[in-house]
């Protein structure tokens, strides 16, 4: 060093310590650290140890890592916060290019006392990557400070690459959400399979935030991996969920390969006709456009649905019976009568409901329908089982829960629709009704019990009454 430079770095002013410092950096070499250490630990100007912090990147030797390390330290002492965060700043971008040469003392570093020390040493770790580097971060998410832990999440990623998917994952399950959430966004840089799949897992946390940034994570991995999990959060019960999912979709960058795909891509375009034309796999995408505030979404949402005919749509449409827009109304009694039969239990409340409106629409959508359709398919709904007969009786005997309830569905739909329908229907098929026959539940190797029968006798009253009535 000249005697010039020698004369700068003790000057008054700072900004000539500061020139001075910079240019023994830009000369890199190793036997400067000494005359820099000074102006890094005990400057009075923040910016005079910015550059004596930068000047030691510039010589990236490993013997800059405990003064650079040691500064972060003396920021402390800094009055301004501004210019103790750039100091602590250039620290860390310096410690990043020593690289791998580095690697002992931050390992090293890792157990200073100081969390502020092990935050700069995990950035220089990460900067400098390898195996050395990536295992000692793996032990840096247990670290006893969230702050620290947040650090060394993507750092590792950086580090170990999709080696650290197994330790990033193993946080995901940490008690701090912030460490979850600092797994959750390191993981969207890994973009591999494993890395998607434990993104997957994180869309389940009971923590907004990281439920956040896992759906961040897999909106930037844009694989079709990541895109179908995204597409799995728009069928989650949780809304906050399904919002954030959507505006990702809406977008990333992404290319649908499958009919599912095309049609959650068409929906959240707006294009809704287009994603009814990819079949089944629209319904559970079109149906939530049934709730949209927008008056004309509701009506396209309908009339998608109505040419698929799935009787899983029939219960949100004939919510729409009683929508305030006669349009909406009249694109949910089309595409009801469009479902046919299997949507008559849904509007049995709508027949009830006391808006003339919706009365009215309901009444519309089972005339449509056709009153004979609608009764014919809850009797087959009960023709479960095998026949039987009991003391003179018939019976249907069924062996399972689920058809039991199918049954007990039917029964309780049908009983609700006679009153409104019955005048309407043919002799034969009244008479189909007075012959119902109970329907019973024997399980193997179970006794019956009392909730184990579906009595049908109420129907064949009503059938009776009307057949006796005519």
């Known amino acids: 060093m000249g005697w010039l430079t020698s ?4 000057a008054r002013d700072a900004e000539t310590r500061q020139r001075a410092a910079l240019k023994l950096g830009a000369a890199g070499k190793p036997s400067a650290i000494g005359d820099l250490e000074p102006l890094l630990l005990r400057d009075t100007e923040w910016a005079v140890r910015q550059a004596a912090a930068q000047a030691m990147g510039a010589i990236a030797s490993p013997e800059c890592v405990g003064p650079l ?24 971008a310096a410690l990043g290019r020593i690289g791998p040469a580095g690697v002992p003392r931050l390992l090293a570093a890792l157990a200073d006392k100081h969390a502020r020390v092990r935050e700069c040493a995990i950035e220089g770790l990460g900067a400098a990557g390898g195996p050395q580097a990536a295992e000692g971060l793996t032990r840096a998410l247990s670290d006893d400070r969230s702050a620290v832990r947040q ?41 591999g399979g494993a890395a998607v799949a434990a993104l997957r897992e994180a869309l389940a946390d009971r923590e907004r935030p990281v439920r956040d940034a896992a759906v961040a994570s897999l909106a930037a991995a844009g694989t079709t991996e990541a895109i179908d999990a995204l597409i799995g959060g728009l069928r989650g019960g949780d809304r906050d969920l399904r919002q954030a999912a959507a505006v990702a979709l809406r977008g990333a960058t992404w290319t649908p390969t499958t009919a599912t795909q095309r049609a959650v891509r068409a929906v959240l375009d707006g294009r809704f006709a287009d994603a009814a034309a990819e079949g089944p796999a629209a319904v559970e995408f079109l149906v939530p456009a049934l709730a949209e505030r927008d008056a004309a979404t509701r009506r396209e949402a309908a ?128 008479s189909a009704i007075t012959e119902l026959a109970d329907v019973v539940l024997l399980e193997p190797g179970k006794a019956p019990g009392s909730g184990d029968r579906l009595d049908c006798r109420d129907l064949r009253e009503m059938a009776h009454k009307e057949l006796s009535r005519r």
Request: no cysteine; proline share 8%.
């Open 7 to 10: 004369f700068q770095l003790k």
């Open 69 to 92: 390390l040691a500064a972060v330290k003396e920021t402390d002492g800094l009055r301004e916060p501004a210019g103790a965060a750039a100091v602590r700043e250039a620290a860390v």
């Open 151 to 191: 650090a060394a999440a993507p750092a590792l990623a950086r580090a170990g690459g999709a080696g650290a998917v197994p330790a990033l994952r193993a946080a995901l399950a940490h008690k701090d959400p912030a460490t979850r959430r600092a797994a959750a966004a390191a993981l969207g840089a890994l973009r």
């Open 303 to 430: 009339s998608a649905l109505g040419p698929l005919r799935d009787p899983a749509a029939a219960v949100p449409l004939a919510g729409l019976l009683s929508d305030p827009d006669g349009a909406v109304r009249d694109a949910a009694v089309q595409a009801l009568a469009a479902i046919g039969a299997p949507a008559a239990p849904a509007l049995l409340d709508a027949l009830e409901d006391r808006a003339a409106p919706t009365r009215a629409a309901a009444a519309r959508a089972l005339e449509r329908i056709g009153e004979s359709s609608a009764v014919a398919h809850q009797l087959g709904q009960l023709a479960v089982g095998e026949a039987a007969t009991h003391a003179g009786s018939p019976l249907r005997i069924v062996s399972t829960l689920d058809l039991i309830e199918q049954a007990r569905h039917a029964a309780d739909a049908l009983e609700r629709l006679l009153p409104a329908v019955a005048r309407k229907l043919p002799p034969a098929q009244l």
